[in-house]
């Protein structure tokens, strides 16, 4: 059992409060297969946000309150591990600045887009469960894991085609990912490279319609545990892409930026554990967002 709970804050991976470059360590462990996971997480973010001039927004500021829960499911698929993520998150949302050299506030509150994820374990981390999964882990003193996934994010959110800002994006997202961790005593050591790839969104502002290009990341992490269940991380994470087309005309909104995370994991009861986490963000270029996260929550199993 103290090696499922080792790992039970696996499914914090799924509740970065934030779509683009989420910085998630964790999301390849090996995980028991035919067992359920739920978990909830709050996040607070501060944020600065630089917009295409031609949009007349200026001094943008962005506060989120982010409530998030998920439902994560192992099972085997070829003799190998894989897992079913389901996330389903709700914001409250106040935006403020300068819209045509008028200085005005937003708000918005509701369900951000669903997210479904689904990953299989390649190589490595083989698909046991029970008294066979404690004996593994126990004798594992070294291991590498290959995964890949995808994430699908359906238009669920809220959103109203008459106004610029929006909770939801009206539109689907597909994320193939890739990733590799490789465990050496009490260090763990994980990259992870995505691709963002976007439908349209043909319900735009004031009727027109938005393309975006893909937008490519990848993010590393250094994992070190205490103990069964009691981990820290360091995470940095780096993202280019997303440029945005309206009714056919490009726009001078390229996304790059880097990222940074320090998180915290520790078992408080047999089944339950809690995680914390801050996350920073800085654009490199000059639209974007900037941002601060602190994110706690929860996770338990059966």
């Known amino acids: 059992m103290r090696f499922l709970i080792a790992y039970v804050l696996v499914l914090f991976s799924t509740l970065s409060p934030l779509a683009a470059q989420e910085l998630d360590p964790r999301r390849w462990s090996h995980l028991p297969i035919n067992t359920n996971f739920f978990g909830g997480a709050y996040a607070y973010t501060e944020g600065d946000i630089s917009f295409d001039p031609a949009l007349l927004i200026e001094d943008a500021e962005v506060k989120l309150d982010t409530v998030a829960l998920a439902y994560l499911r192992t099972f085997e698929i070829y003799s190998k591990t894989a897992r079913l993520d389901v996330v389903q998150k709700w914001r409250d949302a106040e935006w403020s600045g300068k819209l045509d050299g008028v200085k005005t506030t937003v708000k918005r509150h509701g369900l951000v887009d669903t997210r479904l994820r689904f990953n299989v374990n390649l190589l490595g981390a083989p698909a046991l469960s029970g008294k066979e999964y404690a004996r593994y882990r126990a004798a594992i003193k070294k291991e590498t894991i290959v995964g890949d996934a995808l994430n699908v994010d359906l238009p669920t959110g809220q959103y109203k085609k008459d106004k610029l800002l929006n909770i939801g994006n009206n539109r689907f997202s597909f994320s193939p990912q890739f990733g590799a961790v490789h465990k050496r005593g009490n260090w763990t ?60 005309v490009k726009k001078d909104d390229k996304k790059e930026l880097v990222a940074w995370a320090l998180s915290a994991g520790y078992p408080i009861a047999k089944r339950l554990s809690l995680k914390a986490a801050y996350i920073g963000k800085r654009r490199l270029r000059d639209s974007g967002l900037e941002s601060d996260t602190f994110t706690i929550g929860f996770s338990t199993f059966w």
């Open 189 to 248: 050591f994980e990259g992870t490279t995505t691709v963002d790839l976007y439908t349209d969104n043909n319900s735009f502002f004031n009727g027109k319609k938005r393309e975006q290009d893909p937008f490519f990341s990848a993010q590393t992490h250094a994992i070190y545990d205490f103990s069964p269940g009691f981990w820290v991380s360091a995470s940095l994470g780096y993202g280019i892409g997303g440029r945005s087309t309206i009714d056919g």
